[in-house]
């Protein structure tokens, strides 16, 4: 549902503490969905936008971002964005977490 997906974003944009991640997910659900009902020229104004309120390419799934890329492509449109690689973000995460058994 697109209202639903508008209306997360917009909410989670107001919202006082709420992570980039978080937002990130609410903008690849919109994304989907836009996708999904062939309008891609809004769904790219939509990550322009989470771009611009500080959500990273690397907070966008993946597959969202790939989704929109082949749609625009097939429209004929650019699209000037790099995708990053795969698993990158939690190749980064991963590097970073504790082993929890060792903490009992």
């Given at each position: 549902?697109?209202?639903?997906?508008?209306?997360?974003?917009?909410?989670?944009?107001?919202?006082?503490?709420?992570?980039?991640?978080?937002?990130?997910?609410?903008?690849?659900?919109?994304?989907?969905?836009?996708?999904v009902s062939r309008?891609?020229?809004?769904?790219?104004?939509?990550?322009?936008?989470?771009?611009?309120?500080?959500?990273?390419?690397?907070d966008i799934n993946?597959?969202?971002?790939?989704?929109?890329?082949?749609?625009?492509?097939?429209?004929?449109?650019?699209?000037?964005?790099?995708?990053?690689?795969?698993?990158?973000?939690?190749?980064?995460?991963?590097?970073?977490?504790?082993?929890?058994?060792?903490?009992?």
């Amino acid at each position: 549902n697109i209202d639903l997906a508008f209306g997360l974003v917009n909410h989670l944009q107001e919202a006082d503490q709420v992570t980039s991640g978080a937002r990130g997910i609410a903008y690849s659900c919109l994304l989907d969905c836009l996708c999904v009902s062939r309008r891609h020229k809004e769904a790219y104004s939509a990550l322009k936008r989470a771009l611009r309120e500080n959500v990273t390419i690397e907070d966008i799934n993946r597959t969202a971002l790939v989704r929109l890329k082949q749609g625009l492509e097939e429209e004929g449109e650019s699209f000037p964005i790099v995708i990053p690689p795969k698993n990158q973000k939690k190749d980064f995460e991963s590097s970073n977490c504790l082993d929890w058994s060792e903490m009992c």
